[in-house]
């Protein structure tokens, strides 16, 4: 099978906070000439919680409308509580995209995680992507509530960002105990080759904005047989996750835009979701280090 490729893509701003609708638009080109199966707008990497409802309404009129068929579009609609999200859901209906991803509310709220989740795959009026990332919502999820959710027509995959190989290899064993359709993504891209080598259907990782290419590589070689191609591509990823996001990921959001930034692709490194005094000069030192010592996989 051909295993999928998917960006939860940074969101381009200007300095002000608002939307760089050119630099979204040179994502999508650059990521529709790598290869990607899909882009993810508006997951943890696209800084959903700290963008106002009509930054994101803007991006997913403009990518809607400029990614015209050349891949799968998916739309995040996490928010703090689960009508916030079927409202965002009901704003976005009219837009043309491929299905939205959901990650249930944190434990601060007292709904059952699984019962919003479902009642987001009643509501929508096209398939529904998972957001598992416990990380995140401090939600962790029984085998028998993912049995309960797989079993939803409208689920179409989870994106697995647990970290847990026990829990990966355990949803795979159910589904085909099940026969369920449910497609399963790796999150965490440092994990991405030894999850698709064990059969999930792809990976929706955060580095794909600057590392599409590398994703599609590693991909392309698990499809081959080729793990040992698969292993070395998936340590090349590793040294830009370092270079790029720092030792200690302290750079996460302001890096990987600053190497985009650097590449030529957007205005600017501002992000709403990181303080930009740690993207010091020591910091910009080490990502154009990094950049230029992987140009060529990475392609710019």
Excluded at 69 to 75: I, K, S
Aim: proline share 3%.
């Amino acid at each position: 099978m051909k295993r999928k490729v998917v960006s939860a893509t940074v969101t381009p701003l200007m300095e002000d906070g608002s939307l760089d609708g050119q630099g979204l638009c040179n994502l999508i080109d650059r990521g529709a000439r790598h290869g990607l199966d899909g882009m993810f707008l508006f997951g943890s990497m696209g800084e959903w919680g700290s963008l106002s409802d009509a930054v994101k309404q803007e991006g997913v009129e403009l990518a809607s409308g400029y990614v015209k068929n050349r891949f799968e579009l998916l739309v995040g609609i996490n928010a703090t509580s689960l009508p916030l999200s079927l409202e965002l859901m009901k704003r976005y209906e009219k837009y043309d995209f491929s299905a939205y991803v959901f990650m249930p509310p944190g434990k601060t709220s007292s709904l059952d995680p699984v019962k919003s989740v479902l009642t987001v795959l009643d509501a929508a009026d096209r398939p529904v992507y998972m957001y598992h990332c416990p990380s995140n919502n401090s939600v962790n999820f029984s085998l028998k509530d993912f049995e309960t959710m797989m079993r939803h027509p409208n689920l179409k995959g989870i994106k697995n960002s647990s970290s847990d190989m026990y829990l990966r290899r355990e949803l795979l064993l159910l589904r085909e105990d099940m026969g369920a359709k449910t497609l399963f993504f790796e999150g965490q891209e440092w994990a991405a080759d030894e999850a698709l080598t064990v059969g999930c259907d792809g990976m929706i990782c955060g580095m794909g904005a600057v590392c599409s290419k590398l994703m599609r590589k590693l991909a392309d070689c698990v499809d081959a047989g080729d793990v040992a191609g698969a292993v070395a591509t998936q340590n090349r990823m590793i040294r830009v996750f370092h270079g790029v996001y720092g030792p200690d990921v302290e750079n996460c959001w302001n890096g990987q835009k600053y190497a985009l930034v650097k590449m030529g692709l957007i205005a600017t490194p501002y992000t709403a979701a990181q303080e930009m005094s740690s993207l010091d000069d020591a910091a910009k030192a080490r990502i154009e280090k990094c950049i230029a010592e992987f140009k060529d996989d990475l392609d710019w």
